[in-house]
Nanobody
Framework: QVQLVESGGGLVQPGGSLRLSCTASGSIFSITAMGWYRQAPGKQRELAAVITNGGSTNYVDSVKGRFTISRDNAKNTVYLQMNSLKPEDTAVYYC?????????????WGQGTQVTVSS
């Protein structure tokens, strides 16, 4: 099992910045990738950013150039630096970890943290 604890959400004005953190614990040795998903009211959950064990990153087009995902392996923590925030970034952000064991893939989720961009 993997436990994910998120922090860093809040209320910010348009153009502002926030940094989300997600710390993993438990059976972290077989995690292959971690990422941040987000779900706005009335919309489906979407992948915002992902980082693999090898350090490769990928972003949804709407956040490219504004969000940066990074990881600190010593702290088992993944960060999402969000700059130039827009009202459309308002959503609950969920940390995700993908673990591969014996060919089976397991998904783990954090509890979610609210990000609200509003003046």
């Amino acid at each position: 099992q993997v436990q994910l604890v998120e922090s860093g959400g809040g209320l910010v004005q348009p153009g502002g910045s926030l940094r989300l953190s997600c710390t993993a614990s438990g059976s972290i040795f077989s995690i292959t990738a971690m990422g941040w998903y987000r779900q706005a009211p009335g919309k489906q959950r979407e992948l915002a950013a992902v980082i693999t064990n090898g350090g490769s990153t990928n972003y949804v087009d709407s956040v490219k150039g504004r969000f940066t995902i990074s990881r600190d392996n010593a702290k088992n923590t993944v960060y999402l630096q969000m700059n130039s925030l827009k009202p459309e970034d308002t959503a609950v952000y969920y940390c995700n970890a993908v673990r591969v064991v014996g060919g089976s893939v397991f998904d783990y989720w954090g509890q979610g943290t609210q990000v609200t961009v509003s003046s």
